[in-house]
């Protein structure tokens, strides 16, 4: 195939793209209206299934499919991001040097370090019943523990963040989601289909049957990816070397 006809097939799958998308949208419930179907199904199908939050009830029970693939994305750049930045024969390890930080800085930061874990862990527990969830939770969570980088020095973040097992917490948070849909096609329904665990009374911590489940999953998952991800960005930017010492 040339160049110009593949061009020419961009072309019209973007055109039909295009046309789907402005279709859609002139389809659309009225802004401001009071007709919203799929809003409607979805805060029933919430309320159903006694969980508090419907954009845990969307994410992690009507579409938790998407989610998965979603959860896969950032676990393939996790994956990719390890092997691209792994440490080559041309490069060694430095001592990392410990950056002049204000002490007021430094006592600020190791005062929020507590605080911003322990709301992480607390926005991943309540995600199925207030705003949160395991995305936001884990994303606080792991660069909370970076605040030691500021607190402290880096030697001090890398005793409380063995990269390993990180890595090792990632993969199994994300067995954990796929285990858990399969699960279910093993109970006889549908693959992450919401019917392994009784739903429990409204606005619990156990409500939502395999809501809360799932959404910590995904917390883990999100947590240890971010935890790898920044890991292997500072030890390039503060051990990696190479023979002729540049960093």
Request: net charge neutral; with cysteine; aromatic share 6%.
């Amino acid at each position: 195939m040339t160049r110009g006809v593949r061009l020419i097939v961009l072309a019209l799958g973007g055109a039909g793209l295009a046309a789907l998308l402005v279709a859609a949208c002139l389809d659309l419930p009225g802004f401001g209206g009071t007709w919203h179907p799929y809003g409607d199904r979805a805060v029933r199908a919430s309320l159903s299934r006694r969980t508090a939050n419907t954009i845990a009830s969307v994410n992690f029970d009507q579409r938790a499919f998407d989610t998965l693939g979603e959860m896969s994305i950032l676990f393939a750049s996790v994956v990719g991001t390890v092997v691209l930045l792994r440490q080559t024969r041309e490069e060694k390890r430095g001592k990392p040097e410990p950056e002049q930080v204000a002490l007021p800085v430094r006592r600020y930061a190791l005062i929020v370090l507590p605080v911003a874990v322990l709301s992480g862990l607390y926005v991943i527990a309540h995600g199925q019943l207030s705003p949160g969830g395991g995305f936001q939770g884990g994303v606080v969570a792991a660069t909370a523990l970076h605040l030691l980088y500021l607190g402290a020095d880096y030697r001090a973040l890398e005793r409380v963040r063995p990269v390993g097992l990180f890595e090792v917490g990632d993969a199994l948070a994300a067995s954990a989601y796929v285990v858990t849909g399969l699960a279910a096609v093993l109970a006889g329904t549908a693959f992450l289909a919401n019917t392994l665990l009784p739903y429990g009374t409204f606005n619990t911590l156990t409500s939502g049957g395999t809501v809360p489940l799932l959404n910590a999953a995904i917390g883990m998952e999100v947590a240890c990816a971010a935890v790898v991800l920044l890991a292997r960005f500072l030890d390039q930017a503060v051990e990696i070397e190479e023979e002729n010492g540049k960093r």
